[in-house]
């Protein structure tokens, strides 16, 4: 603890000599504000301060020290022109109560990434307001109501296969709809003879992500949409796979009438305590009408705020979205180029394919399609041993490595979901491999040393539910 080093007396800093008395400025003071004894603060150097903080950041693990293949997450290295440009002082000097003709270009850069993400997405228009992709999926679901409602029906019901995320049947409750689950193939695909059994006039949509939480890509989803939208129902993609696609497919052209996008993830702003996340929507022509407020548009070479949109949901952010974050995204987009993000798409399902195959003879592969980004293991070998998937992801921390998903998707039992990205070398996927293999040797040798792990982590293992619930943030002398 900070509260641990140093010595009385000792500072980090210098202040320019005070110009009044002490004695004047606390007269200043109501007495009962006014401190007895002195705070108890830590009495540190500057170098103590620099090796303190550096020490804590190598107990932790970021994307900047080793790959962090968490399914579904797209923990991609994200460039550092992305914080260079968002640090820009004009940008960081904005204010969101500034008047329009005064921030053109911030103006042209949120309208100049809508149209970038409405061309990647084959979509109409766009909202950057959502936060995140939860909430992505809540104004999307939102639209899909208010759609309904404007045709004389809000409808009832919201079908979901049994692979999704669990954001998605929460957003589908939170907006007043029945959460239904749709069945997944043997092959890990939607069952279309399980989702025609389901369709009916009390519909309101279908959401599905693409590529699925399998990592496989729907092969049927002309199929699925067409029937989707022969009942009536309105079609939900959730982007956060989008890693796969981009260049290659487009949701909208599939016949999705909404998509959220992940800028966090497959746009390349750190995500996961590293900072905001920003999900956009973007949606087809029937939903266009309904779109929060402002919407940001262009006409005869100025920028404005529209608001002047009568069947509106209204707002689901403060002002426009996180801004920062979009630009980073921006950048992003920028660099890469279609060719460079297209090239992305399509390094990440070599890699995943690649690692896939390294695995594959050692874990048990439930699905065996050829997947596209991500893919997913079980550990239903290693059980055999009493190895379970809990013990292989603590026993990769020892070995250097952050554990992919675990447990997600449901479908499958002791689940390991892995997601590369495009941004890892062959040399460290084939380091994560060999230390995936080992485990494997260890599971059916000397399981023991599996389910003890961590064993030169900083701490071993935590109670998962208190440590979570019963934080300790408080420092107490002595405790
Ligand atoms: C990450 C993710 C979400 C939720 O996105 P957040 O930005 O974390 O709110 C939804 N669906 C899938 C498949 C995801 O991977």
Do not use: W
Not at 113 to 122: K, P, R, S, T
Not at 323 to 335: D, E, G, L, Q, S
């Amino acid at each position: 603890m900070i509260f641990e080093l140093g010595a009385s007396g000792r500072k980090g800093y210098s202040l320019p000599e005070l110009t009044i008395p002490i004695k004047e400025v606390a007269d200043l003071i109501p007495a009962e504000f006014l401190r007895s004894q002195p705070a108890e603060l830590p009495e540190v150097s500057e170098l103590e301060v620099m090796r303190h903080f550096i020490a804590l950041s190598q107990l932790n693990y970021h994307v900047e020290k080793g790959i962090y293949p968490l399914g579904s997450c797209t923990m991609k290295y994200n460039p550092k022109i992305n914080e260079v440009v968002s640090r820009l002082e004009g940008i960081v000097a904005l204010h969101p109560l500034q008047d329009e003709e005064d921030v053109q270009g911030a103006l042209a850069l949120m309208h100049e990434l809508g149209q970038y993400l409405c061309e990647i997405a084959g979509m109409e228009a766009i909202t950057l307001q959502p936060a995140a992709g939860a909430h992505g999926e809540l104004t999307g679901l939102l639209l899909i109501r208010a759609y309904h409602e404007d045709q004389g029906n809000p409808r009832k019901k919201v079908l979901l296969p049994d692979s999704a995320h669990g954001t998605n049947p929460a957003s589908a409750s939170l907006v007043g709809y029945q959460a239904v689950q749709i069945k997944s193939n043997d092959k890990g695909l939607i069952d279309l003879d399980d989702l025609k059994r389901h369709l009916d006039d009390e519909v309101a949509a279908l959401m599905l992500t693409n590529p699925n939480t399998l990592g496989l890509f729907e092969t049927q989803i002309e199929t699925v949409c067409r029937l989707v939208a022969e009942a009536g129902a309105l079609l939900y993609m959730d982007g956060a796979n989008l890693n796969a696609l981009l260049g290659i497919v487009r949701p909208g052209d599939l016949g999705f009438d909404v998509v959220h996008f992940n800028l966090h993830k497959t746009f390349s702003a750190p995500h996961g305590g590293g900072g905001p996340g920003s999900g956009p929507l973007g949606v087809s022509k029937k939903l266009v009408d309904f779109l929060p407020v402002p919407t940001v548009e262009l006409k005869d070479g100025y920028y404005f705020l529209d608001y002047d949109r009568p069947k509106s949901i209204g707002k689901v952010a403060t002002f426009f979205g996180n801004f920062t974050v979009m630009v980073k995204a921006f950048a992003y987009i920028r660099m890469m180029g279609a060719s460079g993000l297209k090239e992305a798409s399509k390094m990440a399902i070599l890699n995943a394919n690649y690692l896939l195959e390294r695995l594959k003879s050692m874990y048990h592969l439930p699905y065996p399609t050829r997947p596209m980004h991500e893919f997913v293991l079980s550990a239903e070998r290693q059980k055999q041993y009493g190895v379970r998937t809990t013990d292989i992801a603590k026993r990769l921390l020892d070995l250097g490595f952050h554990a992919p998903t675990i447990y997600f998707p449901l479908i499958v039992h002791e689940a390991l979901m892995i997601e590369p990205t495009e941004t890892e070398s062959k040399e460290t996927l084939d380091a994560f491999a060999e230390a995936l293999l080992q485990i494997a040797d260890e599971a059916s040798e000397n399981p023991k040393v599996v389910q003890t792990a961590p064993h030169n982590t900083p701490v071993s293992r935590l109670d998962e539910a208190l440590a979570a619930r019963q934080l300790k943030v408080r420092y107490r002398k002595g405790d």
